[in-house]
T-cell receptor, first 113, second 110 residues
Framework: DGGITQSPKYLFRKEGQNVTLSCEQN?????MYWYRQDPGQGLRLIYY???????QKGDIAEGYSVSREKKESFPLTVTSAQKNPTAFYLC????????????FGEGSRLTVL | DAKTTQPPSMDCAEGRAANLPCNHS???????VYWYRQIHSQGPQYIIH???NNETNEMASLIITEDRKSSTLILPHATLRDTAVYYC???????????FGAGTILRVKS
């Protein structure tokens, strides 16, 4: 079945370590997004990419990095520069130019100890 | 993108219609109204969107006022599985991103 797969679902890391979250889609969508969600809050946009080898910062990009080397993959690295990385991370994709209808993965919950 | 205002929470009896309001008084003429919902610890799910006409699909109906300053999402026969956070978002259809607010927590009770 077509969809978006995020891994791992749960991740624990020590403070100061970089962490990479995986996001893969087989929907043939051009655009991909990363959001962060804190308890009781809405989603905040970290990075988005509308085409391979191109990406833009969202509202809270500091302390994060991404790459888009393949259409189906958009990994997110949470670096040690991110001051409060514990959160629920959501990846999404859409047909390019119709960003309103996003398809989301199941999320990755990162806990930094 | 225009800002939206939603009540923080609502309750609904199982089997009854759930009517979720959203105010978007600063909406522009080319901005659409989108609704998503998020069940606990899952990714948000698209429900419906519209510009100025009322819309209906298999999940819900969207009623947009004539002046477009507010809208209502209607779940015609709410079930316990409809318990979720519902987000109302306004944006240009072919823009780059969606901005999610805090949404409305809908609790469907038996």
């Amino acid at each position: 079945d077509g969809g978006i797969t995020q891994s791992p679902k749960y991740l624990f890391r020590k403070e100061g370590q970089n962490v990479t979250l995986s996001c893969e889609q087989n929907l043939n969508h051009d655009a991909m997004y990363w959001y962060r969600q804190d308890p009781g809050q809405g989603l905040r946009l970290i990075y988005y990419s509308q085409i391979v080898n191109d990406f833009q910062k969202g509202d809270i990009a500091e302390g994060y990095s991404v790459s888009r080397e393949k259409k189906e993959s958009f990994p997110l690295t949470v670096t040690s520069a991110q001051k409060n990385p514990t959160a629920f991370y959501l990846c999404a994709s859409s047909i390019s130019g119709v960003a309103g209808e996003l398809f989301f993965g199941e999320g990755s919950r990162l806990t930094v100890l | 993108d225009a800002k939206t205002t939603q009540p923080p929470s609502m309750d609904c009896a199982e089997g009854r219609a759930a009517n979720l309001p959203c105010n978007h008084s600063t909406i522009s003429g080319n901005e659409y109204v989108y609704w998503y919902r998020q069940i606990h610890s899952q990714g948000p799910q698209y429900i419906i969107h519209g510009l100025k006409n009322n819309e209906t699909n298999e999940m819900a109906s969207l009623i947009i006022t004539e002046d477009r300053k507010s809208s209502t999402l209607i779940l015609p026969h709410a079930t316990l599985r409809d318990t979720a956070v519902y987000y109302c978002i306004v944006r240009v259809e072919r823009g780059n991103k969606l901005v999610f607010g805090a949404g409305t927590i809908l609790r469907v009770k038996s």
